[in-house]
């Protein structure tokens, strides 16, 4: 019989990584090059330039333009997207046959509109918490419940 893979996501806006499960009692390992970060940054750090200025409809007045999009949420959801895209590539793989998302709530967001069908059908449960920076030892106590580490 194939042992049932189970991976859990635990992500943020800015890091991931994958554990792995393989059955009752195996606890959770690091999955091998599934370890991803970018740079936490701020607003400030990512535009350098002052917003631009435009003219007002009515009147001689002049104000600032500001951007359409906050420069962080979009680095975020970015990231979160190329994560989606990296389950996708290995759920097609058959690298993993159930997932578990442990992500803070803005990430878990842009991570489930970013998951393909395929990815969807395979997911557990998600876990709106941000677990990434609690060691891989103590994350069995948040899966409890959901599967036996």
Request: proline share 5%; net charge neutral; aromatic share 4%.
């Amino acid at each position: 019989m194939k042992k049932t893979v189970t991976w859990v996501l635990i992500a943020d806006g800015t890091q991931a990584r994958v554990l792995e499960n393989t059955g009752p009692g195996k606890g959770l390992k690091q999955v091998d090059g599934l370890d991803f970060a970018i740079d936490a940054l701020q607003a400030r750090e990512i535009v350098s330039d002052r917003p631009g200025r435009g003219h007002s409809s009515v009147g001689p007045g002049r104000s600032a333009m500001e951007p359409k999009t906050d420069p962080v949420e979009y680095r975020e959801a970015a990231f979160a997207k190329s994560v989606a895209a990296m389950l996708d590539v290995q759920q097609q793989k058959g690298a993993f046959d159930r997932l578990i998302i442990a992500a803070a709530p803005d990430a878990l967001g842009d991570i489930r509109r970013s998951m393909s069908a395929g990815v969807k059908k395979t997911v557990l449960a998600e876990l709106d918490k941000d677990l990434t920076n609690l060691p891989t030892a103590q994350l069995s106590r948040h899966l409890d419940g959901i599967i036996a580490v």
